[in-house]
C-alpha cells in the first residue's frame, strides 16, 4: 500500500476525494480532506486523479512512465472525446503475424512496450504482472527447444496406450485428447524444427515479451492478459507483428525447468508469450468475425 498524502495548504475541502475513494480512507475532518491510514487502500490513485487543485500526491508511484520511443500527449482523454473509429480500426487491423523480417526490435520499443501493459486494469491494483523480455533471435531459438524438448516428452508419452488408459482410470483423458487432437501435428513441427530449423513455433520471430504474474494476486492471469492485450494493439501501432503463443506457455506452466531458465520465481506463473517482429506480410482487410450473439436481459428487481 503507498499512502495517500494530502497537502491541506493547497485542499479546499470540495469533497471529490472523499466521494471517489471506493474504501472511505478519505474523510473531510475540519472541512479539509484526511486520509486514514487503511489496510483496506489498494493504492488506485483516483483520489490523486480527481483533485481539482492537485492537493493529493502518492509518493512511490511514478506519473511519468518515460516512454523513450514516443512523447506521451499530456493529459487525460476525457469520455466521448476519443475517436471511436479510429480505436475499432486499430483493433481490428491487429492480426496474429506469422511472417517476420530478419531486423531487429530495439530494446527501447521492447521496453516501451513493457511500460504501455502496464497501464492496464489489474485486480485490487495489484499491478503484480512481471515481464520478460527476449530481445534476440537466439533467445527465441533457445525458448524454442526447451519448449521442442517438452513435447517430445509429452508425445512419448502420447504414445503409450497404457499410460493413456492409467490416465483416464484416474479421472481425466487429458493424454488421450492431447493424442487424437495434437501428437501427429506436434511431431511433425518437431521433425521440421529439428531437421530443417523450420520454426512453427515462433514463426521467425526476433524478439518476445513473456507476461508472468504473483500467483498470490487476487486476479493474476486477468491482470497479465489485459497487459498483453495492451501490448498487442500498441505493437501494431509501432510497426510490429506480434503474435500469441500458447504452446510455449502451456509447455512452461508444467516444467518448472523451462521457468527456472527463465527466471520465474516460485511464486510466479506465466500467463502469455507474444512472439514479436516487423511482419514480412501485410494484409490488405480486417478479420470477418462470427456473428455475435449478445442476451439481452431486462426484469424487474425483487427487493425494494
Ligand atoms: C491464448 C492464445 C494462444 C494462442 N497461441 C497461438 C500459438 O501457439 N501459435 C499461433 O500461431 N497462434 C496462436 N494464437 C493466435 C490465434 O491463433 C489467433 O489469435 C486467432 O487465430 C485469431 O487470429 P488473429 O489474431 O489474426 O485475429 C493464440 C491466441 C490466443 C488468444
Known sequence: MVPVNIDKELC?????????CPYKAIQLVGGKAEYMLMEDCF???HCQAVCP??????????????FSTFS????M???GTGKVSELVSLMRSRRSCRRYQAKTVSLNLLEDLVKIGTTAPSGTNSQSWRFIILPERDNILMLGDLTADYYRNLNRQARNGILRFLVKLSGGDSLGKYYRRYHDSVAEALREWDEEGRDRLFHG???AI???????????AEDALLATQNILLA????GLGSCLIGFVVEAMRRNSGMKNKMGLDAGEEIYSVIALGYPDIKYQRPANRKPVMAKILRFKRDRV
Open 72 to 75: 506521451e500527449l499530456q493529459g
Open 235 to 238: 505493437a501494431h501501432v509501432m
Open 12 to 20: 479546499t475541502g470540495c469533497g471529490f476525494c472523499v466521494d471517489i
Open 210 to 220: 513473456l507476461v508472468t504474474g504473483r500467483k498470490d494476486a487476487s486476479c493474476p
Open 205 to 207: 520471430a526476433v524478439a
Open 53 to 66: 487543485v492537485d492537493a493529493v500526491s502518492m509518493d512511490g508511484l511514478v506519473s511519468d512512465l518515460s
Open 77 to 79: 482523454v476525457q469520455p
Open 43 to 45: 493504492s488506485c490513485g
